[in-house]
Nanobody, 116 residues
């Protein structure tokens, strides 16, 4: 059974940083590209960052380019999202999932709130 457990969120001031983690189990992690998504209040869920199976290729939504970095540790079955220079518009619940056209069951997400 697939489990995705996101953690690392919290309340941070504008300009601050957070590092999110997503621990995966129930599937062969190294065989899947992974994606971070986010969902702000009253908005659709959107993809934020993508990483290939090996970690050698990444891609980001324009609004986070240069500020966020996605990475993964296949030995730990974990994908990370380093978020720097956070802005109030980054406030959302952040989720991870596989990077293909289908999705695994969603985890509970981790809340990121950027506010002074």
């Amino acid at each position: 059974q697939v489990h995705l457990v996101e953690s690392g969120g919290g309340l941070v001031q504008p300009g601050g940083s957070l590092r999110l983690s997503c621990a995966a189990s129930g599937f062969t992690f190294s065989r899947y590209a992974m994606t971070w998504y986010r969902q702000a209040p009253a908005k659709e869920r959107e993809w934020v960052a993508f990483i290939s199976r090996s970690g050698g290729s990444t891609n980001y939504v324009d609004s986070v380019k240069g500020r966020f970095t996605i990475s993964r540790d296949n030995a730990k079955n974990t994908v990370y999202l380093q978020m720097n220079s956070l802005k109030p518009e980054d406030t959302a619940v952040y989720y991870c999932n596989q990077g293909g056209t289908t999705t695994f069951p969603w985890g509970q997400g981790t809340q990121v709130t950027v506010s002074s």
